[in-house]
Every structure is written in C-alpha cells, then in structure tokens.
C-alpha cells in the first residue's frame, strides 16, 4: 500500500499483490489488477455459504483492531444484515495475544454460529484448537485468504480439522494429481529441490500473468501497450483453477 504513492503518480502496473486488501483497489484504479477478491468479499461469500449450508443465524468476529481486521469486522456485520441475520458479538485482540479462553467463553455464550476471524496465523490455530478443548464443537470458524495456507491444514492431530477459509484460488495440494497441478509440483520439486507450495502456485500465476500482457503488448512495448494487454486477457488458468480476466470497465 505504501509503494502505492510511488506508483500510482506514475501510472506503474500494481499486478497479482498477495495481499487481498480493498485498499488494493483504491483510486486510481486504472494501474491496479488483483488477482483474488478483497478480505471483504471473502468473508461476505463464506458467512454466505455457511449460513447456507448450516442453517447458521448467529455470526459474530474476532479480529486485530487494524486496517485488516476491520475490513473483515465490517464484512461479517454488514454481510449478516444484508442475510437477514443476527449479528451477535465480537471480540478484539492484540497482535501477540495467545490466551482466549475468556473471548471464546463470551462469544459461546452469545450463541455464535459462525466467527469469522481476523488473526495472526498462529491465533487462528490456538483459536480452533481451545475452542475444541472447551467442547465448543458446533461453531464455524471461518479465515479469509490470509489464513488459506498449508501450514494451518497441516496442524498435527487434527486441531485445524473443520476450520472453513473463503478465498480467490484453489488449494495446490488438495489437487496434486490433477494434470496442471502435478506438472508444476514436478517441474518445481525438480528446479527447486523442495515441494511446491500454494505461495509459490500464486507467484507462478502471476508471473504468467505478466508475461501473457506482454505477448498482447507486442513489441513495441510502452507502459500505455502493457495496460492494454493487461485489459485484453481472458484466460482459465488450470494451476490455480480460476478464471482471468481484466478489462478496462473491470
């Protein structure tokens, strides 16, 4: 975000950011191409799903008191009024808070059927994990992209078992065997000497990306060409198993 003020009075591509913040389209947009939706659209299309798919009607959050987590604070209460739902408490945290025994105690208590969370990695974890410890199994537990990694599928002993993530690609791992995906595992593994992870999926993606606007720029290549290609691509992408496309109303 702060490279935006060095950018953006220059008209430079901002393409593929990992971050999936809605600053990321802040005006102007006409340099700015994301790869995913924004922490708000996530959280708008999992509380969705779940409330679908559960009957859920209590949704409440738990977040950091930044930039970050009151997009996804704002997301699950604005998304419960928009479903007809109650919105019915949160807590907030401090970046390096580890106990929450007492947050989960009173969001339990307040009959949260869904807790949509804006946490570090790690509370994310220690959150679904003393949640299960205090029998409190019937609650959904829903991360953003942010939280979308392999490191938190892989928790040992089946802690993280049930957590739900709402994000804007699919996971590398959980499609290894499929064609596209076991090619780049392969090809990475062999280049790298180590497994291919869903960070290194995404910045393949985008470097393909990149290179896909440059073939339509041609080679006279200006940055007004590469804006153009950018706005001309529309392609299925196999790695991450998404549809791309940019365009100059888009």
Known sequence: IAGFKLLDPNGIPNIGPLSSARQMLQDPVENKFIGFSSYYDQVDAGVTYLAGEFDAKEICS?????????????????TSAKLGLSYAAETSHKPDELDF???????KAAGCDVVAMALGVRQGITVVGTAKKLGWTDVKFLNTSAGFLDVVAAVPGGVTEGLYAAAGWVDLIARAKDEAPAKFIADYDAMFGQPAG???MLGYSAAD????????????????A????????????????TKISYSAAD
């Open 62 to 78: 738990m977040y950091i008191p930044s930039d970050f987590g009151k997009e996804i604070q704002e997301s699950a209460k604005e």
């Open 101 to 107: 025994v007492g947050s989960l105690t009173k969001l």
């Open 198 to 200: 869903g960070f290194a």
């Open 209 to 224: 990306t990149v290179v896909r606007a440059l073939e339509a720029a041609g080679p006279e290549l200006t940055q007004e």
């Open 226 to 241: 590469f804006v153009k290609g950018m706005e001309t691509l529309d392609y299925f992408d196999a790695l991450t198993d």
